[in-house]
């Protein structure tokens, strides 16, 4: 598993990052046999230390939790308990959604872009009707399964999941609806 350890304007020590990746690995090798990568970031919040961690797994899920106390090491403590959970919770479901695969989920490259908002305060008609791209990132889109994508979603807590359809391939997403069902767009084929 690569281990990606830093800090936003704090030093991390040789003992903080061995005790991240040591703890990390033990936690995670009780749900997954085959963890990718993993994101760990301390930053300080007033008088709290943060820690936001996200783990990436082969099944193409990606587990995130961030956890706030007044010491360092609590604070990776507390994520590491919060992800424990999730974790825990999903194991089960794991297991009945995802087949073994032979190989790690096969990812597509895609760009991702932030786009200004508009301002509507001044009435002047914009000279041309294409967006401002503030930020240009790059983005992997997983080859899944439906209900893959699902417990993605719930897993990161995100809004929306693009994916590719294993059973398809076609690009298809799924979203979390106002009325707190989940939506699942799929687009027709022609055959």
């Given at each position: 598993?690569?281990?990606?350890?830093?800090?936003?304007?704090?030093?991390?020590g040789?003992?903080?990052?061995?005790?991240?990746?040591?703890?990390l690995?033990?936690?995670v090798?009780?749900?997954?046999?085959r963890?990718t990568?993993?994101?760990?970031?301390?930053?300080?919040?007033?008088h709290e230390y943060?820690?936001?961690?996200?783990v990436h797994?082969?099944?193409?899920?990606?587990?995130q939790?961030?956890?706030?106390?007044?010491?360092?090491?609590?604070?990776?403590?507390?994520?590491?308990?919060?992800m424990?959970?999730?974790?825990?919770?999903?194991?089960?479901?794991?297991?009945?959604?995802?087949?073994?695969?032979?190989?790690?989920?096969?990812?597509?490259?895609?760009?991702s872009?932030?786009?200004?908002?508009?301002?509507?305060s001044n009435e002047?008609?914009?000279?041309?009707?294409?967006?401002?791209i503030?930020?240009?990132?790059e983005?992997?889109?997983?080859?899944?399964?439906?209900?893959?994508?699902v417990?993605?979603?719930?897993?990161?807590?995100?809004?929306?999941?693009?994916?590719?359809?294993?059973?398809?391939?076609?690009?298809?997403?799924?979203?979390r609806r106002?009325?707190?069902?989940i939506?699942?767009?799929?687009?027709?084929?022609?055959?």
């Amino acid at each position: 598993m690569r281990y990606q350890i830093s800090g936003k304007q704090i030093d991390i020590g040789e003992s903080l990052q061995t005790h991240v990746q040591t703890e990390l690995s033990e936690m995670v090798s009780k749900y997954s046999g085959r963890p990718t990568d993993a994101v760990v970031t301390f930053s300080k919040s007033a008088h709290e230390y943060v820690c936001e961690t996200v783990v990436h797994l082969s099944t193409g899920l990606s587990a995130q939790a961030k956890g706030h106390a007044t010491e360092i090491y609590a604070s990776f403590d507390s994520s590491l308990e919060k992800m424990d959970k999730q974790l825990r919770r999903y194991k089960r479901r794991l297991k009945d959604h995802h087949k073994e695969r032979p190989q790690p989920v096969e990812l597509s490259d895609a760009g991702s872009y932030i786009l200004a908002s508009t301002d509507d305060s001044n009435e002047v008609e914009p000279e041309s009707s294409a967006p401002v791209i503030v930020a240009e990132m790059e983005a992997k889109i997983p080859s899944i399964s439906v209900g893959e994508a699902v417990m993605q979603m719930e897993l990161a807590n995100a809004p929306v999941v693009v994916f590719r359809n294993e059973k398809n391939s076609v690009l298809n997403v799924v979203y979390r609806r106002d009325d707190g069902n989940i939506g699942w767009i799929d687009p027709r084929t022609e055959e």
